[in-house]
């Protein structure tokens, strides 16, 4: 974990979800890392829990939340958190990620692209370098 100061902003149309200086920046195996928000900088309005758990054999179990901007911008699912994460992850309780494929994510104004795969949330930035799992041939890394 380590905590990045650059500018981190989540917009699904008009609406601003998330924009924060004090994003946690998680680096994962053979993944892009992965951008946790504090919960003071989400805009928590516009999430209501989604159905369904997941379990991270590093962070423990996950939630989701359905994001609604507005009755046409609704996006399933969209986020995740861990709420009483295991105890290496406790730093990031509460915290908030977005798929970047789902939403239009930003570090420091530059567009963040998704990692491939569709469960997995990596950030994908310039600095970035590849390769990583997610696209199709990886599954089994």
Do not use: N
Not at 45 to 68: D, F, I, M, N, Q
């Amino acid at each position: 974990m380590v905590p990045d100061a650059r500018r981190v902003r989540v917009r699904l149309g008009d609406a601003v979800l998330a924009d924060t200086t004090r994003a946690v920046r998680i680096l994962e195996t053979a993944s892009p890392p992965v951008f946790y928000l504090p919960p003071e900088d989400v805009a928590t309005a516009y999430l209501h829990r989604a159905p369904g758990v997941s379990r991270c054999e590093w962070k423990g179990p996950a939630s989701y939340w359905t994001v609604r901007a507005s009755d046409s911008e609704v996006v399933e699912g969209g986020a995740w958190s861990y709420e009483d994460p295991l105890p290496d992850y406790r730093e990031i309780a509460g915290y908030l990620s977005f798929y970047p494929a789902r939403f239009r994510c930003s570090v420091d104004g530059e567009r963040v692209r998704s990692q491939g795969g569709g469960f997995y949330g990596g950030w994908v930035t310039d600095e970035i370098v590849g390769p990583w799992k997610g696209d199709p041939g990886t599954g089994i890394w």
